[in-house]
Structure formats: structure tokens, C-alpha cells
Nanobody, 123 residues
């Protein structure tokens, strides 16, 4: 059983910074891409940033230059450093990982999601 556990939620003022972390736990798995998505009230979930296993990154236009995604493969952990936060960044942030599990053979990679963590930016 693989789980993603997020940490780092908080309330910050506009212009402030926050760092989110997400660690995958379990056994017998291998992680491909990892990423962060967010969902604001009344809106659909949207991609924030992704990072591949070899470190290639991709960002939403709205966060480019302000957010940085990184990962520690040894710790099965992905981070999101958020700087120059804006009120419109307020949302529940979800960690995502594409994971394949070994059960005597490797299963097809599947999306796993964290439970979500609240980020609130006040003006």
C-alpha cells in the first residue's frame, strides 16, 4: 500500500513564502513523475507544477518564476517552494505521483494523490 502524505499548510500574507512537502511511503514501488495540483473554491483542479524522475520540470504560467518544484528521490519526497504568494494562490494543494507497484511483477503506473493541504494567502 502506497500513501502520499503532505505537510506545510498555512496562512500567509501576500508576498510571503510557504514550502509544501509530500512524502510517499510504503514498500515495493517506483515513482515516475511527481507534481502538485490545486483546487480553489468553485474551480476545477489545476496543475501547478510537475517534475520527472530525472528532474525535468513543468510549471503553470500563473506560478512560473514564483514557485519551484523539486524532489529528493532517496526520500521519495517532492517539495513546492512558493514565493511572492498572491491571494489568488489560495487553494487546497494536492500532491500527485505516478507510481508503479511490484507485486511479483511490475503493475502499470497509476496516479496516487495526497489528502490535500490548505494554503491561504491574505491580502
Amino acid at each position: 500500500q502506497v500513501q502520499l502524505v503532505e505537510s506545510g499548510s498555512g496562512l500567509v500574507q501576500a508576498g510571503g513564502s510557504l514550502r509544501l512537502s509530500c512524502a510517499a511511503s510504503g514498500s515495493g514501488f517506483s515513482i515516475n513523475a511527481m507534481g502538485w495540483y490545486r483546487q480553489a473554491p468553485g474551480k476545477q483542479r489545476e496543475l501547478v507544477a510537475t517534475v520527472t524522475s530525472d528532474g525535468n520540470t513543468n510549471y503553470a504560467d500563473s506560478v512560473t518564476g514564483r514557485f519551484t518544484i523539486s524532489r529528493d528521490n532517496a526520500k521519495n519526497t517532492v517539495y513546492l517552494q512558493m514565493n511572492s504568494l498572491k491571494p489568488e494562490d489560495t487553494a487546497i494543494y494536492y500532491c500527485n505521483a505516478v507510481i508503479k507497484v511490484y507485486i511479483g511483477h511490475w503493475k502499470r503506473p497509476t496516479d496516487y494523490w495526497g489528502q490535500g493541504t490548505q494554503v491561504t494567502v491574505s491580502s
